[in-house]
């Protein structure tokens, strides 16, 4: 591992919650010291960042990948590309695959794909029930030995409660940390978008935002019987956040998190029925919008997610009711979380603290942070470098971004994994 000193750079530090100008020096792969002052070490190579920002890696939690079953959508090889160009340094990986990732068998043979294929870092989840059909729980003791990180069965919620009660309490006795979605399945079933004006204007199938908040305080009432650690994947309504709060007060063991679509899009976007802005749960209205903002803002929502899920051309070429769901985001996370900072609504410690810290905590990994001791994962981005994105130059097979054609502000540079160079821009 080569050592590092990175001079002239805007440090993003969100442990600190600060953003100012310093070095920082790499050693074995570990953070040694940061400061405004740092003297040149023998053999050391300096990069100068030329007053960019240096960031901690954006640790990525929900992240799709195709293999097995769909690898003509995203391979470990395409995704781990398309994240390094994006300054993800760490990819939290789905279990909902087909077959789904449910046995160690099938989680050992994601995780050596992972490892031969992919530049950054990957950890898997897996199902919590079996095929995540919700009605038998996974062994998840045997898979947290294989290396699950994480139990969910994704947007299949388990409607069963007591299954997911049995189950809450199995990874309560384990110390495994059950990631859910926070929706009530009979209201959501078939929806393609949010309930209201536009949705019956433009004759959509749609769902309440109620479906939401009642998802959540379903599974608080279970958290409040079995005591497990749990995290919300998605929290996009105004509805939902009283509930979210009342439990953070009353120390349950929760967190949540949010898409960056539903934080820098809304349900107006699917006008024309454009299928690449159909993603689950649908758009929210921009009043939802902007209370999830500030939830961001406060630390009520604790982490930022690409959500990242490719879908092929045919998938997402049919009429909108029938299109599949999801959009690809490795790539897009940062730029679309600078439309905040740019708009002033978010600061880059805050963009940083969802992004990195807080999901890095929530797993219990030392990344996330400029601290000595911690990881060398970083990203060196230019904030203000304005581009058109054009999908077609995307490195994901799958290239379904309702951001085509956008205007977009701030680029990657360059992407560090344990002090290695593992993406530079040209």
């Not at 409040?224 to 509805?239: F, L």
């Not at 902007?290 to 604790?302: F, K, N, P, Y």
Request: glycine content about 8%; charged content about 25%.
């Amino acid at each position: 591992m080569s050592n590092i000193l990175f001079t002239n750079a805007r440090l993003i530090d969100p442990e600190a919650g600060t953003d100012e100008r310093g070095a920082l020096l790499v050693e074995g792969g570990r953070i040694v010291a940061q400061g405004h002052e740092i003297g040149v070490p023998d053999n050391v190579e300096v990069v100068d960042c030329g007053g960019k920002c240096l960031a901690p890696g954006i640790v990525d939690i929900g992240v799709k990948v195709g293999e097995p079953g769909e690898r003509h959508k995203e391979s470990y090889k395409s995704a781990g590309q398309a994240a390094a160009a994006g300054g993800v340094t760490t990819i939290v990986t789905r279990p909902d695959t087909n077959p789904a990732i449910d046995t160690p068998e099938a989680l050992e043979f994601v995780t050596r794909r992972a490892q031969a294929d992919t530049p950054v870092n990957v950890l898997p989840m897996a199902a919590l029930t079996k095929g995540r059909q919700g009605r038998e729980m996974t062994e998840i003791g045997f898979l947290l030995d294989a290396g699950a990180v994480a139990f969910t069965d994704c947007d299949h919620v388990v409607a069963n409660t007591k299954v997911f009660s049995r189950a809450l309490t199995y990874a309560r006795s384990l110390g495994a940390l059950v990631i859910a979605h926070p929706q009530e399945p009979g209201l959501s079933e078939g929806a393609a978008a949010t309930s209201g004006k536009f949705a019956a204007l433009y004759g959509l199938p749609a769902v309440s935002p109620m479906a939401e908040r009642m998802g959540l305080d379903r599974d608080i009432a279970l958290l409040e019987m079995t005591g497990a650690k749990y995290h919300a994947d998605q929290i996009t309504t105004a509805r939902a956040l009283p509930a979210l709060e009342r439990a953070k007060r009353n120390g349950l063991d929760i967190t949540a998190g949010t898409s960056i679509h539903h934080l820098t899009l809304n349900e107006l976007d699917v006008s024309g029925y454009r299928t690449f802005f159909k993603v689950k749960p649908p758009l929210r209205s921009e009043d939802d919008r902007q209370a999830v903002i500030e939830a961001v803002r406060t630390g009520l929502i604790d982490t930022i997610s690409s959500m990242h899920t490719p879908q092929d051309e045919e998938s997402k070429r049919l009429p909108f009711e029938e299109a599949a769901s999801g959009a690809v985001a490795l790539e897009t996370l940062l730029p679309a979380a600078l439309r905040l900072y740019h708009a002033g609504q978010l600061d880059l410690p805050t963009l940083f603290r969802a992004m990195a810290l807080n999901p890095a905590r929530r797993l219990g990994l030392a990344s996330g942070r400029l601290s000595a001791g911690a990881p060398a994962d970083l990203v060196l981005f230019d904030p203000d470098v304005p581009f058109v994105l054009d999908r077609f130059t995307l490195r994901s097979k799958s290239q379904n971004t309702p951001f085509d054609g956008q205007r977009m502000q701030g680029r990657v540079l360059a992407t560090y994994v344990a002090g290695q160079a593992v993406y530079r821009r040209d």
